[in-house]
């Protein structure tokens, strides 16, 4: 099989959702599909370990299955299936974000009785200002929830995408009857627990549809949608214009096989990649990557890492010999292993699309590009996310101030947490976008450099960047805090939404950059 088949198998995504909308259970569901578990029910119980933890652990902790914590892949049909973890709940990091850069799409879970939630607009942003194709699946149709056409408007309102709904529900909850699949012309008939029906369009019952008022009501939704709603488009889809929709159960399970059916149809391949001077394609021969999250092992007597590397371009062979773009070093990628549900095999071979994880003892940061022939750039900085949240940190002892700058300088490179400090007077301040940064952060220090940090929290903030000619320290204060990121750039760390409006109102002179909006026009992946 030559690459460029390779590559077109390649179906490489994330599932981004809120706590609680159903991330896990569809992963299982999906995995059934792939055949690598044999019988899925609900997970339970959530509070898993602290450190490094994910939801795919707990699948694997409840089936005595040993999937890994991060990259899944499995064959289904003729594809070979690549899904990425995307950390919620307790473990919600950068690199929940950072995952993002390594996927060709993403399936976005909603809960129909919740609608849109904070994590999943979050998420979704960043997916917007990278142009990735979103597929949203709206879950928990069993119970009774949101009016459909209320959750598409909220999708279309809230996040700013159109939306076009693949299928639509007859009834919900104690009254959920299926799903008209408009894309397929079929209708699915839910069945409770059971096996679900398909009967082609044109086959239903029109003397029972004509009694059921359920029906009715569907019908006068969906002509309502026909007149007014936009039409499909494969090609706004996949600029991540447009979001097909569609609705389900992935408990019951039902409508999930209709959906990723046609998900992993729609879906892209991997593309293209662009580097800092040229546009890499997936199916050029010379091998590159990019490495995109580096997990440090939590145990202190195994200080070894694995760096999580999404491959680009040509073919991965274990062994081969790679230059670090960033240092220009030699690397031999010798210990590698892919991830699939049974164990973490040796991974042979890899084509773009696939992630692998690389043994790494210290050489890699995150970003870090991996090269073989004759490519020679690197790929596009992965961009910085703001930080919400932040805390003032210290050694709690003076003595240690050497280890202290030592340890704090590795993990801000490695991208483990964000850090600023205050102007005119200087102050050390991390920012992170979840908790567990914190945590992950004050036991690393610990662990690998024997310092305890004193953290203290000066809440959630709002982060806005300043123009450098526009910065006068005068404006601020605790309240409004400056401060200069690692680049030097100065930004204002804003109390509240009242605060960072009352500031607009006062000085409309000044620009306050918010870093979403200059992402979006600093799109890495496709060209
Ligand atoms: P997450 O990974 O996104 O956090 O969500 P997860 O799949 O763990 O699902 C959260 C809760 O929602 C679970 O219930 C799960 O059973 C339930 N759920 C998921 N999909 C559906 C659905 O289609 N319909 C209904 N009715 N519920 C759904 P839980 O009470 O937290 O766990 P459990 O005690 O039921 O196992």
Known sequence: MDLQEQVQKRKTFAIISHPDAGKTTMTEKLLL???????????????????????????????????????????????????LDTPGH????????????????VVMIIDATKGIEAQTIKLFKVCKMRGIPIFTFIN????????PLDLLYQIEEVLDIETYPMNWPVGMGKRFLGILDRYNDQFIQFNGNEEETYIPLDEMDQTAI???????????????????????????????EQTPVFFGSALAPFGVQTFFDTFIQLAPAPGPRRTEDEVVDPD?????????????????????????????????????????ARTGKTIRLGQ?????????????EAYAG????????????????????KLKSEYDELPQFPPEMFQRVSAKNVMKAKQFRKGLEQLVQEGAIQLFRGYPIDSLIIGAVGQLQYEV???????????EVLLESIGDRIPRWLKKEQVDPSMFDERNLLVKDREEDFLVLFKNDFALRWFVDKHPEIDLIDLYEVNQYDQTTYS
Request: proline residues 1%.
């Open 33 to 83: 599909f792939g055949n690598l578990i044999r019988s899925a029910g609900t997970v339970k119980g959530k509070k898993s370990g602290k450190y490094a933890t994910s939801d795919w652990m707990e699948i694997e902790k409840q089936r005595g299955i040993s999937v890994t914590s991060s990259v899944m892949n499995f064959d289904y049909n003729s594809y070979k299936v690549n899904i």
């Open 90 to 105: 307790e473990d919600f990091s950068e690199d929940t974000y950072r995952t993002l850069t390594a996927v060709d799409s």
């Open 140 to 147: 928990k149709l069993d119970r009774e929830g949101r009016e």
């Open 210 to 240: 004509a009694q059921d008022a359920t029906y009715q009501e569907t019908l006068e939704e969906l002509e309502l949608i026909n007149e007014a709603g936009d039409q499909f488009s494969l090609e706004r889809v996949l600029a991540g």
């Open 284 to 324: 050029n021969p010379d091998f590159s990557g990019f490495i995109f999250k580096i997990q440090a092992n939590m145990n202190p007597q195994h200080r070894d890492r694995i760096a999580f590397l999404r491959v680009c371009s040509g073919k991965f062979e274990r062994g081969m010999n790679v230059t670090l």
């Open 336 to 348: 590698t292993q892919q991830f699939v549900a049974s164990s973490r095999d040796t991974v042979e």
């Open 354 to 373: 696939d992630i692998i994880g690389v043994y790494d003892s210290g050489s890699y940061r995150i970003g870090d590009t991996l090269l073989d022939g």
């Open 441 to 451: 952060f004050q036991h690393r220090m610990k662990n690998e450099y024997n310092v």
